[in-house]
């Protein structure tokens, strides 16, 4: 089986550095073809690949006998939709906003990390810049998010600078939308991420 979506070519594989990604159907011959040929690569390349980070998907007519089927001629593990690849989650339908959980929780980590030391505002203002505001750009740049994801980072954004984090409450003396304005018009001069969006959506 190829993927193939609406008017674009077939895909039989995707490829990146030491990621492979194969679609074919969960038929027993094409299974024991795939695991031949996966055998056949060890030996020749002296690679092996690991087993324990394999894994399978199946679509869902797939029966519970072809998905046993496969991992038993494979022996790798069964993930379902959403599973991440490359750093970004690959899904089905609509895009949903539990995706963009994971770079969250990545945020709010790098907050917690960063709860001990003893930040100016300018010294925040720096990690937005340079760190906060750099950690979502991968992802936003392949999925378009919704609306409330971006309301939900700016907000990290606006209340860390404001020295609202860890538990901590302080006073927001100016929204978030108000710190994206230029500097001459009393910002703070950094981008939104609705410009960031905007900006990728216009190269594709």
């Known amino acids: 089986m190829f993927y193939q979506a609406p008017g674009l070519i077939r895909v039989s594989h995707l490829a990146y550095a030491d990621d492979l990604m194969i679609f074919t159907t969960t038929c027993h011959q094409n299974m024991e073809l795939l695991r031949d040929f996966l ?17 399978f998907i199946v679509g869902h ?6 998905t046993q089927a496969v991992q ?14 490359l750093g970004v989650p690959l899904y089905k339908r609509n895009r949903k906003a539990c995706l963009f959980d994971p770079i969250i929780f990545r945020l709010r980590d790098l907050l917690q990390g960063w709860a001990m030391t003893n ?6 203002l720096a990690l937005i810049r340079s ?8 992802l936003l740049q392949v999925i378009h998010p919704p609306k409330s994801v971006l309301i939900t980072i700016e907000r990290i954004f606006n209340g860390f600078f404001w020295g609202s984090y860890n538990g901590r409450k302080h006073i927001h003396w100016s929204s978030w939308a108000k710190a994206c304005f230029p500097v001459v018009e009393g910002g703070l001069g950094v981008h939104s991420l609705a410009d960031y969006v905007r900006a990728f959506s216009m190269k594709l």
Do not use: C, F, M, W
């Open 61 to 66: 007519q797939a029966s519970s006998l072809q």
């Open 119 to 124: 930040l100016s505002h300018g010294g925040r």
């Open 72 to 85: 038993d001629v494979l022996g790798y593990q069964l993930k379902h939709l959403p599973v991440t690849y």
């Open 131 to 138: 760190v906060l505001q750099a950690t979502p750009l991968h």
């Open 39 to 55: 055998r056949a690569y060890e030996r020749v390349s002296g690679q092996l690949i690991n087993g324990s980070k394999s894994s």
